[in-house]
T-cell receptor
């Protein structure tokens, strides 16, 4: 089926430390893996995405890695700051039209 | 000049009523979506339209009926509201038809509370 599993569901880290969120997907044909950030009471917004032809992508303090063989991908946030506190969603595409989201990770940065 | 705007932002209504949520995008995108986010924050796709044509229709009760009068608008009408319909409904749009063409732009969400 079209499944995206995301772990952990909640994560607390000290300010300045790194945070890692992991996702697995079920369809080996999936080729697009975005990450969305949703701050409290706000809309989800794209923060980074990766396509299946690359294994890693970095944008300042955030990076995403993809292991196509194992069908998993991860979000890494380094030097975390209070404004990184939010719910993070991974997603994967299934077929040509559908983007399915993971169950979300509530990240809390402890000052 | 909000990119994806939806109204109303809040909606409180009684069980059994019928209500509509409207969505408009000014990005010139071809594809629009409705997502439902429940109290556990799960984001689930409900419908997707491309150039006014329905392309995704998830397992959603037929009390929910989307309507796309043109490619810039996608409205959601809900009949006979039930308690379990309480959620935040997000409209979104994207360029092209494929789910891998890039960013989804979400509206601010419409919080529906059924009493």
């Amino acid at each position: 089926g079209e499944n995206v599993e995301q772990h952990p569901s909640t994560l607390s880290v000290q300010e300045g430390d790194s945070a890692v969120i992991k996702c697995t997907y079920s369809d080996s044909a999936s080729n697009y893996f975005p990450w969305y950030k949703q701050e409290l009471g706000k809309r989800p917004q794209l923060i980074i995405d990766i396509r299946s032809n690359v294994g890693e992508k970095k944008d300042q303090r955030i990076a995403v890695t993809l292991n196509k063989t194992a069908k998993h991908f991860s979000l890494h946030i380094t030097e975390t700051q209070p404004e990184d506190s939010a719910v993070y969603f991974c997603a994967a595409n299934f077929g040509n039209e559908k983007l399915t989201f993971g169950t979300g990770t509530r990240l809390t940065i402890i000052p | 000049d909000t990119a994806v705007s939806q109204t109303p932002k809040y909606l409180v209504t009684q069980m059994g009523n019928d209500k509509s949520i409207k969505c408009e995008q000014n990005l010139g995108h071809d594809t629009m979506y409705w997502y439902k986010q429940d109290s556990k924050k799960f984001l689930k796709i409900m419908f997707s339209y491309n150039n006014k044509e329905l392309i995704i229709n998830e397992t959603v009760p037929n009390r929910f009926s989307p309507k796309s009068p043109d490619k810039a608008h996608l409205n959601l009408h809900i009949n006979s509201l039930e308690l379990g319909d309480s959620a935040v409904y997000f409209c979104a749009s994207s360029r092209g038809t494929s789910s891998n063409t890039g960013e989804l732009f979400f509206g601010e969400g419409s919080r529906l509370t059924v009493l």
